[in-house]
């Protein structure tokens, strides 16, 4: 048997591959940079290779396995992710084109090109991403559409009749999906839940280690987005609780599990609270932050006995938190004994000098604590200094930043100085989550990106009980050597960079409105969407029948629309057809291959009607010979004319 399918010709392979790559693109910005490269790499040479004719079924194969051992190397197997599936997805697509040769492999390209926008979606519901995937559907539709006409050897549309009738086909469907978007019953939880990352975003964790948070610190991308009701807090008081890191193993800090289980901590909070909305980007993870104290967990969370939050579910979306801080007055100020232990608590042999130190400053300093904690400060003041670049922590990590190179970030500044609080005998522990803000004058709310991830101590000190205390802020000014802002803004003053600053605040403000008004769309935003009808609570049954209701508008809107496209475009012989079903209802149909005078003398026969013999003379000579010379009288007389009553067939 012979493979008779058509081929496809040079303008046909074009249009196909240009949609499938297009398709494919806003999957490959959502992937690690150097895997995203390999993949873009091998589906161009793919299709450079099989342009003439399809690669050998061996050649396929090791593409296959290149693509796969690509993903590996990338993302490893410990953990496979939704975006290792994504990844995949687009390994396959980008070798799919290895064997286009026939329209029948065409259609199918195209069809499995448009996974890939929305596998997209998984992992970023963003502006760019959607209009990416439209205009890859956009292509896709153009593309088929150019495939059916090469399938029928018609002559192919000008560009400008092809986006009409892809337009036509848009508007057929997008009534329902807006009615379904904005109508449908949202639930107030999902019924199911979105698998996570194998390489996850990066975000606060409930862990800590010398260099663990380089990568974290170097992305400045948003981490969450603050809207504040009221009044601002000053700078010294945008400190963003995240996890608290109570246990210590000589070099990494972790969260006591126990404490995550036991109800919040007894806080007697100040007057001064600030009133607040957080929208936090995806992490993958359950970690939530607030600001440094929050008075109550928002619905969908849990405040545990260290006053950090943490969310039911994963944060895989987009999530939106309504909150309420206040600096405390007295926090824990009863240490119950378990916790004293878990806060004084070193494991055996490691930093002996930190603890040779401590325990001299205790001896000089009696029961003062609070003298303790000023001269441990005092002496960051004087000798140490902030940078990145930092040296790999050996055996003793502490001692060597002590004594050694006493230049570090956080990270090194925080859990030095609990370990130091702890061998002095005073309860201590790490807190992690974010410090500061910048404020987008745009659209008026403060973003906080993930390169201010920050970790600052709390001791606990008589009658006040937990006290946050920021060693790294103890920092001389002019021994602060080297940030990223330094780094990210080494040309602010550039007016060519602050063009550049003004229209990221704008791109991040159209971002927030993209967030707002799509992403966050969830059941209590659909309630509040009746709200201007007089709606303040809408059942669900309402909603349903609202939905019902809009959805068969959209559906008669389709059909008329079809309905509209099968009729004839040519005004004259849709008028000729009109007047011939007049004359069918009363048995006298016209025969398909029946010439409009003989039809119109076979009628007059059974029903004498002159004015029809003279009407289906003017439609001939209009139609065929050209010479009418009043087509809008001809056209108001076929519309006008009725049978005449008289004997039927």
């Keep these: 048997m012979t493979d008779a399918a058509p081929t496809l010709d040079r303008n046909a392979r074009t249009w196909t591959l240009a949609s499938a790559a297009l398709a494919l693109l806003p999957l490959l910005l959502q992937l690690p940079p150097m895997l995203a490269t390999v993949i873009a790499l091998a589906a161009l040479m793919t299709a450079a290779l099989s342009w003439r004719r399809v690669l050998p079924m061996p050649v396929r194969l090791l593409l296959v396995l290149g693509m796969l051992a690509a993903i590996v ?27 286009l040769r026939s329209l029948r492999d065409a259609r199918s390209l195209l069809g499995f090109a448009l996974f890939s926008p929305f596998a997209a979606f998984l992992l970023d519901q963003g502006p760019l991403t959607t209009l990416l995937a439209a205009l890859a559907g956009l292509c896709a539709l153009l593309a088929l559409q150019r495939l059916a006409q090469g399938e029928g050897h018609a002559d192919a549309l000008p560009l400008r009749g092809q986006l009409k009738d892809v337009g036509r086909l848009l508007a057929l469907g997008l009534p329902l999906a807006l009615a379904s978007f904005w109508l449908f019953p949202r639930l107030s939880t999902p019924l199911w839940g979105v698998p996570e990352r194998a390489v996850s975003t990066p975000g606060l964790s409930d862990s800590m280690e010398p260099g663990q948070w380089l990568d974290l610190m170097a992305d400045d991308t948003p981490a969450l987005r603050v809207q504040f009701f009221g009044a601002v807090p000053e700078p010294d008081q945008r400190y963003w609780r995240g996890p608290v890191l109570t246990d210590f193993d000589g070099r990494r800090w972790t969260r006591d599990r126990a404490r995550t289980q036991r109800p919040p901590a007894i806080v007697d909070a100040g007057a001064r609270g600030w009133d607040y909305q957080i929208d936090y980007e995806p992490t993958d993870r359950r970690q939530l932050v607030a600001l440094d104290l929050p008075t109550r967990a928002p619905e969908g969370s849990t405040l545990d006995a260290d006053m950090s939050l943490l969310s039911d579910r994963t944060l895989s979306a987009l999530s939106r938190w309504r909150l309420h801080s206040a600096p405390p007055q007295h926090f824990d100020s009863a240490l119950p004994p378990y916790l004293r232990r878990a806060a004084l608590q070193l494991p055996a042999g490691f930093n002996p000098r930190t603890a040779t130190l401590a325990r001299q400053w205790r001896q000089e300093a009696g029961s003062n604590d609070e003298a303790v904690v000023r001269r441990a400060l005092q002496w960051i003041t004087t000798d140490f200094s902030y940078t990145l670049d930092t040296p790999v922590a050996g055996r003793d990590p502490i001692d060597e930043f002590l004594f050694g190179y006493k230049a570090g970030f956080c990270e090194h500044f925080s859990s030095a100085f609990v370990v130091l609080m702890r061998n002095a005998g005073i309860p201590a522990r790490v807190v992690t989550g974010f410090a500061g803000g910048t404020r987008n004058r745009v659209g008026d709310y403060w973003v906080v990106r993930r390169m201010d ?17 920021d060693p790294t802020a103890a920092v001389a000014p002019e021994r602060i050597l080297d940030t990223l802002d330094d780094r990210l803004l080494a040309d602010a003053g550039n007016p060519l960079q602050q063009r550049w600053l003004q229209l990221g605040q704008m791109g991040d403000w159209l971002r927030r409105g993209w967030n707002d008004l799509v992403l966050s769309f969830d059941a209590r935003r659909q309630q509040q969407l009746f709200k201007p009808l007089g709606l303040d609570d809408i059942a669900p049954g309402q909603l349903l029948s609202g939905f019902v209701m809009a959805a068969l508008a959209a559906v008669l809107w389709m059909a008329w629309l079809l309905a509209r496209g099968e009729r004839e475009r040519d005004p004259l012989l849709r008028a000729w057809h009109r007047l011939g079903r007049r004359y069918a209802r009363l048995g006298l149909a016209r025969e398909p291959h029946e010439p409009a005078l003989l039809w119109a003398r076979r009628v007059h026969a059974c029903r004498p009607d002159p004015a029809l013999l003279a009407l289906s003379q003017r439609f001939a000579d209009a139609r065929y010979a050209g010479t009418c010379t009043d087509l809008a009288s001809l056209l108001r007389d076929l519309r006008r004319h009725r049978p005449t009553s008289g004997a039927s067939p």
Excluded: F, Y
Excluded at 75 to 98: F, Q
Excluded at 453 to 462: I, K, M, S, T
């Design 73 to 99: 190397w990338q993302m490893g197997l410990v953990r496979p992710g939704r975006d290792t599936g994504c990844a995949l997805l687009a390994a396959m697509l980008a070798i799919k084109s290895s064997e």
């Design 453 to 469: 991830a920050h970790a600052w101590a709390e001791v606990w000190l008589p009658q006040r009980g937990w006290v946050r205390v």
